[in-house]
């Protein structure tokens, strides 16, 4: 287990997403990296405002993109409500965020908005639907980059945490592989701020928790994955995802990231071995790849998701939740908390969900 408390490790969780998502505002999407070279210099170190014509032009460096923006709303709502309500992160969104957008790309708080965010305005504002209809079939990142609040909030009670992320994420997005993904993802994420490390093991211990009930993936495998004895099969568990594949890519990767033999240099190239752009098979791979190798690193890990270029917000997002979990907030360097907007105030809602979730050790 991880030697930083658990409110420290939570609160480390938040602060590193709002970080990732900050870093990465100037440099967003740049798949020509010579392009991102000759604007931001050969290593991105700190905060930078994007440049003009570029995504998110006008804003200054150090604030949050939409993504950082519909977190700390979750945030909020997840203090205020002392957890996951439903009806409070809806009424939210549509009367604190959806009046800010008009449906269209650059529009709105933080520069631009997503495509399952645009779906989900044009559903509920223009076509008043309900919410249980609203979520479209987007493959990107979006909705893990805010439910990663959740999993910290229920790091300590996994069945609760498969159960509010997946709610919250089938609101914007509803393909049965991201919504897989995304729970895997934050499952992952719960078990850092645990305490527990993203190593060999951890898929095992995964594969524990869908066996007890408490991760709802389907599996009949026996141990490391092996056939199921005979008549095991009736017994097998039967969850709302078709398959645990979503949880066994984890350890692998870890394990690839010790390897002497396997390398990829510089780190942020990683961006290269598993792709460039936005969708979660490209996104969720990386993160865990940089948040293995720089375990005890929170800049290291969050500047190579940074430098890769492509969708890098979403890359530096989860990669820093997961190496905030894993330092703690105590290990994030001082000037990346001291240069990112609203930092007081971020920090104190972090620290009070963190105060939540320890409440219930």
């Given at each position: 287990m991880s030697e930083h408390s658990l409110?420290?490790?939570?609160?480390?969780?938040?602060?590193?997403?709002?970080?990732?998502?900050?870093?990465?505002?100037?440099?967003?999407?740049?798949?020509?990296l010579d392009e991102l070279h000759a604007d931001y210099g050969n290593w991105i170190s700190g905060y930078t405002a994007p440049k003009a014509g570029r995504y998110h032009?006008?804003?200054?460096?150090?604030?949050?993109?939409?993504a950082g923006v519909l977190l700390l709303l979750t945030l909020r709502s997840l203090?205020?409500?002392?957890?996951?309500?439903?009806?409070?992160?809806?009424?939210?969104?549509?009367?604190?965020?959806?009046?800010?957008?008009?449906?269209?790309?650059?529009?709105?708080?933080?520069g631009y908005t997503s495509q399952s965010i645009r779906e989900a305005?044009?559903?509920?504002?223009?076509?008043?639907?309900?919410?249980?209809?609203?979520?479209?079939?987007?493959?990107?990142?979006?909705?893990?980059?805010?439910?990663?609040?959740?999993?910290?909030?229920?790091?300590?009670r996994p069945k609760e945490l498969a159960s509010a992320v997946t709610r919250n994420t089938v609101l914007?997005?509803?393909?049965?592989?991201?919504?897989?993904?995304?729970?895997?993802?934050?499952?992952?994420?719960?078990?850092?701020?645990?305490?527990?490390?993203?190593?060999?093991?951890l898929t095992g211990k995964l594969m524990e928790r869908v066996k007890s009930?408490?991760?709802?993936?389907?599996?009949?495998?026996?141990?490391?994955?092996?056939?199921?004895?005979?008549g095991e099969v009736e017994a097998s568990t039967a969850g709302r995802f078709p398959s645990p594949d979503a949880l066994l890519s984890q350890s692998s990767i870890a394990c690839a990231a010790m390897d002497p033999d396997i390398r990829i240099e510089p780190a942020w190239k990683v961006s290269q071995v598993y792709g460039m752009p936005c969708a979660v098979y490209h996104q969720f791979p990386a993160?865990?790849?940089?948040?293995?190798?720089?375990?005890?690193?929170?800049?290291?890990?969050?500047?190579?998701?940074?430098?890769?270029?492509?969708?890098n917000q979403a890359r530096a997002i989860l990669t820093g939740a997961l190496a905030g979990a894993q330092t703690g907030l105590c290990g994030i360097p001082q000037r990346f908390l001291d240069g990112l907007e609203?930092?007081?105030e971020l920090i104190l809602l972090a620290e009070r969900l963190a105060e939540q979730s320890v409440a219930e050790s």
């Open positions: 409110q420290d490790r939570a609160a480390g969780a938040l602060m590193g997403a709002f970080i990732g998502d900050a870093l990465a505002l100037g440099p967003h999407w740049y798949y020509d032009a006008g804003l200054k460096a150090g604030q949050s993109s939409q203090v205020e409500c002392g957890g996951y309500d439903e009806a409070d992160f809806c009424r939210r969104m549509d009367e604190d965020f959806f009046p800010l957008i008009d449906g269209t790309p650059l529009s709105g708080p933080g305005w044009r559903q509920r504002v223009e076509q008043k639907r309900s919410w249980e209809q609203v979520g479209g079939n987007a493959d990107t990142t979006e909705a893990a980059e805010r439910v990663l609040a959740i999993a910290i909030r229920y790091a300590l914007t997005q509803t393909d049965g592989t991201v919504v897989a993904m995304t729970v895997a993802y934050a499952a992952v994420l719960g078990m850092l701020v645990e305490g527990h490390a993203l190593d060999g093991e009930g408490q991760l709802p993936f389907h599996a009949v495998t026996s141990g490391k994955l092996q056939a199921p004895r005979p993160a865990y790849y940089l948040a293995a190798r720089f375990a005890d690193d929170f800049e290291s890990a969050v500047l190579h998701a940074v430098n890769g270029g492509g969708q609203n930092s007081a």
